[in-house]
């Protein structure tokens, strides 16, 4: 009996061991609670591996822009080709008012003028007196056809033009013709693409030009601060209807990731790496469909550096 009991306590010990009754051990040797808490510490990085935290001072300086989520209009618009070309309304050649002899020139192309300046002094071949020539609206001098000594005649002697307003001549295709209407809205760009101005369809041309085969539809464009010189190629891109959408976003703001197209939306954690569904587009705004909310805010300017951001933040969890 003494040998017996040693034995019944090691069974009894081995029975307990198989059927539970000791706390087992983790998956790599410790605690069940350790881990617990490693299994919730790996669930925050893949949360945080889609989301980005800036301060205020960070995001003022990569000068992201924010913006709400809401309501939109969405255009379906016509590229067009064309050209500036001065405002003929605003064009006036300059004559002498009796015939005579230039004795003075003030002015040379591309200088600029007001209305009733003197732009030359011209001695009348009749009463031997001079008399001045001023100019009949305030613009530019596009055009010198006279030098002192010489005659006046029947030609002009400068060409002054007012170029605080520009045309846009736009070739239409046939193709384009029964697109374009009088009073539509057209963005004009020129060849830097940060430099662009709105204006409206002011004319159709009636007949085409056999020539080119396409008629000219024209837009009258402000021109105040001489951002439009004539002579310039420019690319146009004509409303043709606009549409409104419930919720929509700025085009800029969307962003692919693996294969998702996701908008950076801000809350309280920072700007999560949100998917998105997108439906029509025009460019610049963009439909939404799911993915955000109404009135929620995202980054609508230089989200691409949010997108840097999480691809460095990735690749660090991932070492």
């Known amino acids: 009996m003494k040998r017996t009991a040693p034995i019944l306590v090691t069974l009894i010990v081995i029975m307990l061991s198989a059927c539970g009754g000791e706390p087992s051990a983790g998956p790599r040797g410790g605690p069940p609670e350790a881990y617990a808490d490693e299994s919730h510490a790996a669930g925050e990085g893949e949360d945080n591996a889609n989301r980005v935290e800036l301060t205020p001072e960070q995001i003022s300086s990569a000068r992201i822009g924010i913006a709400s989520a809401g309501p939109a209009s969405v255009r379906e618009r016509q590229t067009l080709y064309g050209v500036i070309a001065p405002n003929a309304e605003r064009v006036r050649d300059v004559t002498a008012r009796f015939p005579g002899v ?8 591309g200088d600029t003028v007001r209305q009733g300046e003197t732009l030359a002094t011209v001695e009348s071949n009749e009463s031997l007196q001079t008399y001045v020539v001023t100019s009949p609206l305030s613009g530019v001098i596009t055009g010198r056809n006279a030098n002192p000594g010489e005659n ?36 004009v760009w020129g060849a830097d693409s940060t430099l662009n101005a709105d204006g409206n369809v002011v ?21 105040a601060n001489r951002r439009w010189p004539p002579g310039l190629y420019v690319t146009a891109e004509l409303t043709l209807a606009t549409t409104s959408v419930p919720l929509a976003v700025r085009s800029e703001a969307l962003q692919t990731i693996e294969d998702r197209t996701v908008v950076f939306v801000q809350n309280a954690e920072g700007f999560e790496a949100r998917t998105v569904q997108v439906g029509r587009s025009d460019g610049e705004i963009a439909e939404v469909l799911t993915g955000i909310e109404p009135g929620e805010t995202y980054a609508a300017a230089n989200s691409f550096i949010l997108k840097a951001e999480l691809g460095k933040g990735a690749a660090e969890h991932g070492h």
């Open 102 to 109: 230039i004795r003075n020139i003030t002015k040379r192309v």
């Open 152 to 187: 006046t005649g029947d030609k002009a002697l400068l060409a002054v033009a007012d170029l605080s307003t520009v045309w846009v001549e736009l070739a239409l295709f046939p193709r384009d013709i029964a697109e374009v209407r009088v009073g539509q809205a057209v963005r």
């Open 203 to 223: 004319y159709v041309a009636p007949f085409g030009s056999s020539t080119s085969q396409t008629l000219t539809a024209r837009v009258l464009l402000d021109n």
